[in-house]
């Protein structure tokens, strides 16, 4: 919902710049990640790295969300 989606906004914005560059152009804007690429002028593995860690923090940051909204709900 919109608790949701306020918690992801400021997920993002506290990622390092060129993961948060990536993260909005490829799952906001929907961009391909060669057209990222292009665009950030920097080389397709670069973005893929930018993208593999700016999920693996998002992920980690959701799981420390969930164990404390279960811990509230106890």
Same mark, same amino acid.
């Not at 804007?29 to 998002?58: G, N, S």
């Given at each position: 919902g !919109?608790?949701? *989606?306020?918690? #992801?906004?400021?997920?993002? @914005? $506290?990622?390092?710049?060129?993961?948060?560059?990536?993260?909005?152009?490829?799952?906001?804007?929907m961009m391909?990640? !060669?057209?990222? *690429?292009?665009? #950030?002028d920097?080389?397709? @593995? $670069?973005?893929?790295?930018?993208l593999?860690?700016?999920?693996?923090?998002?992920?980690?940051?959701?799981?420390r969300?969930?164990?404390?909204?279960?811990?509230?709900?106890?």
């Amino acid at each position: 919902g !919109k608790e949701t *989606a306020q918690w #992801l906004e400021r997920a993002i @914005a $506290t990622l390092p710049f060129a993961q948060r560059e990536v993260v909005i152009l490829v799952c906001i804007e929907m961009m391909q990640l !060669k057209d990222v *690429a292009t665009v #950030l002028d920097m080389p397709l @593995a $670069t973005v893929k790295t930018h993208l593999h860690r700016a999920r693996l923090a998002l992920t980690k940051s959701l799981a420390r969300r969930n164990a404390r909204i279960q811990r509230e709900t106890r």
